[in-house]
């Protein structure tokens, strides 16, 4: 299945590097080399580690895989068609009959390149050919070749996250105490602290540093303005009904976090989840990741368990203490992580339904769905060309399992749900308000509100 394009009455056309001067054309021209470059670079600079661990047969994985991304590049700059997946992985078929599907709305024309198709498509594709080159040649199939920049950004963001896990400490040593608008609070606060933590993507900064140097709680008065729509009430309030609703049916509070970036951010969704828990407001917790590494920074399986261990063993009390906190919620069944392929697929998330039956059912099961970060929120609205004053509700185009929340930093040129007027001033004072990451949304969306009013 796949969201049709502008065959469906009221549906914009996805963005896409066809319109030159775009940020999907400047992307997909300038950023997207640039990434394939720094990956190529990352694995001829190993070529003596995989020599020292496999001999010979580590150099040739090293050629061949090097010749492979070569050859993609080649085909990016100069919008060569898309071609099939080759390798036997469980999505390649899957991949293979979107490709298909494209070409079929393409007709015969013109075929589906990098230039021409959806930005959305062609972006996730490079990240999917990338792990094809590498799958292609054992023994260096499992090398995660965004691992040095997760690990760096993680390391040099050592202060801020150091003073959050004091943060938190400090708030959890008094939880018991604390009144029903002291909690929202600290809840406000967390969940703000998780949404600025979004500034911190390395596909958006093509692998530069892009780390938090310093906490933002006590920058989080001055970046309020900044917040374009701010639903933390309404989030708030569901999770009350919820816990509500838990007591007189004595059944238990879920909520989910769709991750985005490893690094400072997943300490700052580490952080909230730990506060849900902490507070009563969750029973637990679901964590979901990506099954291979993806745009520079993704969360996945090992980086989440990576970043779990090195907070345990920093030489910080607090930071170690919250460490030991996370790893016991993960052994009692509080905290859960899971990923599953359709999150490394192209699909908006309207496709969900249809083409990943059981991830929707089990997203069904939670109570409120967080979902973090830019190509999340792509995904949610379909990356489309919306006009910015559409309903969030409508941009999501029937897909809701649940109550769902977007914490987004603003870095691509998609935003919907604003108020008439609010985007012309905006482009009057800032014309890259959308891609520049200063700016942010708390957007909610709940089919059950919309059928209440």
């Known amino acids: ?20 001067g775009s940020f999907a054309y400047l992307t997909v021209r300038d950023r997207l080399p640039t990434i394939l470059t720094k990956v190529i670079d990352t694995i001829h600079r190993n070529k003596n580690k995989f020599f020292e661990e496999y001999g010979e047969e580590g150099i040739q994985a090293e050629k061949q895989t090097i010749g492979l991304l070569s050859k993609m590049r080649n085909e990016l700059q100069t919008d060569k068609p898309v071609i099939p997946l080759t390798d036997s992985l469980q999505d390649a078929e899957c991949w293979n009959q979107y490709l298909q599907k494209h070409q079929k709305l393409h007709g015969d024309q013109e075929s589906v390149s990098w230039f021409k198709s959806p930005w959305l498509y062609v972006e996730c594709y490079m990240y999917r050919r990338i792990h094809e080159a590498l799958w292609l040649n ?17 390391f040099e963001s050592q202060q801020a996250v150091m003073t959050i896990c004091t943060h938190l400490e400090g708030v959890n040593s008094n939880i018991e105490n604390l009144s029903k608008n002291q909690l929202f609070e600290h809840f406000d606060k967390l969940l703000q602290v998780s949404l600025w933590g979004n500034k911190c993507d390395l596909s958006i900064s093509a692998g530069q540093d892009n780390s938090q140097k310093t906490s933002p709680i006590d920058s989080l008065v001055s970046l309020q303005p900044l917040i374009l729509v701010n639903d933390s009430n309404t989030v708030w309030s569901t999770l009350i009904s919820a816990q509500t609703h838990a007591r007189s049916e004595k059944t238990t509070v879920r909520v989910d976090i769709v ?23 969750a029973h637990e917790v ?12 993704d969360v996945t399986a090992h980086d989440f368990q990576w970043t779990i261990q090195q907070t345990m063993a920093a030489n910080h009390k607090c930071m170690s203490k919250i460490g030991y906190q996370w790893k016991s919620h993960l052994k009692d069944g509080v905290w859960s992580y899971h990923d599953h392929p359709f999150w490394t697929q192209p699909h908006e998330f309207c496709d969900m339904a249809a083409d990943a039956p059981d991830l929707y059912a089990n997203l069904q099961g939670a109570d409120l769905v967080l979902f973090k970060g830019d190509l999340n929120y792509r995904k949610l609205v379909g990356d489309r060309d919306w006009d910015h004053t559409v309903g969030f509700g409508t ?7 649940a109550p769902l929340c977007s914490l987004r930093t603003l870095k691509a040129n998609v935003q919907v749900g604003l108020q008439p007027g609010q985007a012309e ?16 949304v708390i957007q909610f969306y709940s089919s059950k509100a919309e059928q209440k009013d």
Do not use: R
Not at 138 to 154: L, M
Not at 425 to 440: I, N, Q, R, V
């Open 1 to 20: 299945m796949m969201a049709a394009d502008q065959t469906v009455h009221g549906v914009p056309p996805s963005l896409s590097a066809k319109v030159v």
């Open 138 to 154: 054992p023994p260096i199939s499992d090398y995660d070749v965004f691992n040095e920049a997760k690990t760096q950004s993680f």
């Open 425 to 440: 001033k905006l482009t009057s004072h800032e014309p890259d308000w959308m891609t520049c990451g200063k700016y942010a």
């Open 259 to 281: 991750l985005d970036n490893a690094g400072f951010e997943l300490v700052t969704d580490l952080v909230l989840a730990d506060f849900l828990v902490s507070s009563g407001l």
């Open 395 to 401: 941009a999501l185009q029937g897909f809701g399992p």
């Open 286 to 297: 679901h964590f979901h990741g990506k099954s291979i590494p993806w745009f520079v920074s």
